[in-house]
């Protein structure tokens, strides 16, 4: 890819708002700057309708063949999951390093949402973990076993959740108990 090739991050939202009009939510950059030198880093944040999730992931991958996956992250709050992806554009060039965080709310009444792994097959470990900490569910996921948490944990509690399917039930505290 070349350097025109390459879209700055203001370039990076309005092709994402135009490819997907209604459904981006909201659309920030943050500027940071790095090192001595103050090198400008940009973190993009793009919240967006689960319904194209997977296509905004291919969009991403067609700006650059090379996306790399980073890390995806999850929250229980209060009546939605909240999921945070988090890729790199142009991964590996010097000082051109783009960080796109895609965030996705699922309805507790609804929590799926569909695999990244056929597009990204680095994704399977974080996607398995989202399912057995926060109760997710990955459509179409190509391992839907469980990785982080032992077999025999009850089923229907996760331990990310603050609501009635959180491990507060599994909890003791032994400071009131008595010996």
């Given at each position: 890819m070349t350097q025109?090739?390459?879209?700055?991050?203001?370039?990076?939202?309005?092709?994402?708002?135009?490819?997907?009009?209604?459904?981006?939510?909201?659309?920030?950059?943050?500027?940071?700057?790095?090192?001595?030198?103050?090198?400008?880093?940009y973190h993009l944040w793009i919240r967006l309708d689960k319904t194209i999730f997977k296509e905004a992931?291919?969009?991403?991958q067609s700006l650059d063949p090379a996306l790399h996956f980073a890390v995806s992250s999850g929250y229980d709050l209060d009546d939605t999951i909240e999921l945070v992806y988090s890729f790199s554009?142009?991964?590996?060039?010097?000082?051109?390093?783009?960080?796109?965080?895609?965030?996705?709310a699922l309805p507790k009444s609804d929590p799926t949402i569909e695999t990244i792994t056929d597009l990204i097959p680095g994704s399977l470990i974080s996607e398995q973990e989202k399912q057995e900490m926060l109760g997710i569910m990955v459509k179409n996921i190509p391992k839907n076993t469980r990785v982080f948490i032992a077999d025999d944990f009850p089923k229907g509690v996760y331990p990310?959740?603050?609501?009635?399917?959180?491990?507060?039930?599994?909890?003791?505290?032994?400071?009131?108990?008595?010996?």
């Amino acid at each position: 890819m070349t350097q025109k090739q390459r879209l700055n991050p203001e370039e990076l939202i309005q092709s994402i708002k135009d490819m997907f009009t209604t459904n981006i939510q909201d659309a920030r950059i943050e500027k940071r700057t790095m090192g001595k030198k103050k090198t400008e880093f940009y973190h993009l944040w793009i919240r967006l309708d689960k319904t194209i999730f997977k296509e905004a992931v291919r969009h991403l991958q067609s700006l650059d063949p090379a996306l790399h996956f980073a890390v995806s992250s999850g929250y229980d709050l209060d009546d939605t999951i909240e999921l945070v992806y988090s890729f790199s554009l142009y991964h590996g060039v010097r000082h051109q390093e783009i960080s796109v965080n895609l965030t996705v709310a699922l309805p507790k009444s609804d929590p799926t949402i569909e695999t990244i792994t056929d597009l990204i097959p680095g994704s399977l470990i974080s996607e398995q973990e989202k399912q057995e900490m926060l109760g997710i569910m990955v459509k179409n996921i190509p391992k839907n076993t469980r990785v982080f948490i032992a077999d025999d944990f009850p089923k229907g509690v996760y331990p990310w959740r603050r609501d009635e399917t959180g491990p507060k039930k599994l909890i003791r505290n032994l400071h009131k108990e008595k010996i």
